[in-house]
């Protein structure tokens, strides 16, 4: 089976950095997605990781250690609009299919 | 907008009854994926259609079954409803057979009463 951890609960203050982290543990991965999702909204995706090692995109970037089951999602400058959920979400082999399964999410308040 | 489209947006019916939920994938997508959200919780996934045929079936119950038809929209049906079934159901597509970015519809908002 596969289980994936990511916090509850964030808050951070405008302006500032966050970091929001997912451990995950599941047998043949091969990637993992990053979405966020504003309250009563779809999820929009951020990124994709397949390969250890940090992506960056503008003011959002985020790291993989496949051997650690580790990812995080760093926030940079952050705006009230970054109030989400940030969801962590695991894609697997499953017998030739790829399997993706999201974690609970993590939601983020921006406090000024 | 992701290109995904959904409909109706609300609906709000009463226990025992069925209602048909519908998604239109992004253009060229043949994967179509269904969710379900429930207040404050995590993405259920339920059930995935490629190309007209049932590929993959997360945890969606007896009373619940879906198609997709061969211009590649998607009906979730759900039948005797139950107050519990109240959620959010979001669609989603991918180009992939199976894996890979997922881009989702605004989402059906189920009030069961």
């Known amino acids: 089976g596969q289980n994936i951890d990511q916090p509850t609960e964030m808050t951070a203050t405008e302006g500032a950095i966050v970091q929001i982290n997912c451990t995950y543990q599941?047998?043949?991965?091969?990637?993992l997605f990053w979405y966020q999702q504003h309250a009563g909204e779809a999820p929009t995706f951020l990124s994709y990781?397949?390969?250890?090692g940090l992506e960056e995109k503008g003011r959002f970037s985020s790291f993989l250690s496949r051997s650690k089951g580790y990812s995080y999602l760093l926030l940079k400058e952050l705006q009230m609009k970054d109030s989400a959920s940030y969801l962590c979400?695991?894609?697997?082999?499953?017998?030739?299919?790829?399997?993706?399964?999201f974690g609970t999410g993590t939601k983020l308040q921006v406090i000024p | 907008d992701s290109g995904v489209t959904q409909t109706p947006k609300h609906l709000i019916t009463a226990t025992g009854q069925r209602v048909t939920l519908r998604c239109s994938p992004r253009?060229?997508?043949?994967?179509v994926y269904w969710y379900q959200q429930s207040l404050d919780q995590g993405l259920q996934f339920l059930i995935q259609?490629?190309?007209?045929?049932?590929?993959a079936k997360g945890n969606i119950l007896e009373r619940f079954s879906a198609q997709q038809f061969p211009d590649l929209h998607s009906e979730l049906n759900l039948s005797s409803l139950e107050l519990g079934d109240s959620a959010l159901y979001f669609c989603?597509?991918?180009?992939?057979?199976?894996?890979?970015?997922?881009?989702f519809g605004p989402g059906t908002r189920l009030t069961v009463t």
């Open positions: 989603a597509s991918s180009v992939l057979f199976s894996g890979g970015v997922q881009y």
């Open positions: 599941t047998s043949g991965f091969n990637g």
């Open positions: 990781n397949v390969l250890d």
């Open positions: 979400a695991v894609s697997s082999n499953s017998g030739g299919y790829q399997k993706v399964t």
């Open positions: 253009s060229g997508d043949l994967s």
């Open positions: 259609y490629y190309n007209g045929e049932e590929r």
